[in-house]
């Protein structure tokens, strides 16, 4: 039997300056499941994502999904793509499963914590503050600087992730400390200022898009208490789940949102088209 794709729209060109294409996973001419194959909106023409992949329940388990990632990445190819991406639910063990065997390297997953009604308490001589306006142009400069380097650690050519993190960061801040629904803190330990955080209060949730313990005083619980901050915002702002991302390599990262009882919710995942 033979696994093709077929293409159930032209090729499509957005105002965004990406391009994309919906196609049908065909056995034999017959359909049993859809891709959409799109261009990367930020990182550009050289880079594919698959949007969707999925296979029609009764021909699940015989390898259709399988050829049709390889396919899709064959258009890729065609397109001029060096990189290709996708993203996997938590609960899609089949899909985790395919895209590791398929060669896939984890980049980051979001996590998140559904919360209560009561705030948790900071520790004993801590406390969170607003971050100042003269503050915020030092923490910005360093930011946009450590997320760009997170992505180059991570296979991203410097030029796209250092584009990446400006046009993040400007979409998310286009206001600066007075962008609506954002919450710029600086947790203090005893009149000591020891890190920051960042956290959006969003329609459904909030999200945490930064938090950074001081070098000079990590390994004492101040990234713990951040979150808890984080944590009490959330709940001060009517929200009942905090979201987050975490690089994969981020250790100390990941203990300390497993401890706090995080989940991951989406994995995301990269390939190099040789």
């Known amino acids: 039997m033979t696994t093709t794709l ?3 729209e032209p090729l499509q060109h957005h105002a965004d300056g990406t391009r994309s294409r919906r196609y049908q996973v065909c056995v034999n001419s017959r359909p ?3 891709t959409h194959l799109s261009t990367h909106p930020v990182f550009g023409p050289a880079v594919a994502r698959i949007q969707e992949l999925r296979i029609d329940a009764p021909d699940r388990g015989r390898g259709r999904g399988t050829v ?3 396919a899709a990445e064959e258009v890729a ?3 001029g793509c060096r990189r290709i991406e996708i993203a996997v639910p938590a609960g899609e063990a089949a899909g985790l499963r395919l895209v590791t065997a398929l060669g896939y390297v984890q980049r980051n997953r979001g996590m998140e914590k559904q919360l209560g009604t009561t705030a948790p308490e900071l520790p004993a ?5 607003p971050l100042t306006e003269d503050e915020y142009g030092p923490w910005i400069a360093r ?3 450590t997320y760009a380097q997170t992505w180059i650690d991570r296979g991203v050519p410097p030029e796209e992730a250092r584009a990446k993190s400006e046009a993040d960061h400007a979409r998310l801040l ?3 400390p007075a962008s609506p629904g954002v919450l710029l803190s600086v947790l203090e330990h005893e009149g000591t200022p020891v890190g920051t955080l960042w956290v959006a209060i969003e329609e459904d949730r909030a999200y945490v898009y930064d938090v950074e313990a001081d070098a000079r005083f990590r390994g004492r619980g101040h990234g713990r208490s951040l979150m808890l901050l984080a944590e009490a915002q959330a709940v001060a702002a009517g929200k009942r789940v905090v979201g987050l991302n975490v690089f994969a390599g981020n250790t100390p990262a990941e203990r300390l949102y497993d401890s706090l009882g995080y989940r991951p919710v989406l994995h ?3 390939k190099e088209l040789l």
Do not use: C, M, Q
């Open 268 to 270: 995301s995942f990269y």
């Open 143 to 145: 930011g946009k600087a």
């Open 32 to 34: 049993v499941g859809v």
């Open 77 to 79: 190819r065609g397109w």
């Open 68 to 70: 049709a990632a390889l």
């Open 125 to 129: 001589g801590t406390r969170g503050r």
């Open 174 to 176: 286009p206001r600066g």
């Open 6 to 8: 077929r293409p159930t």
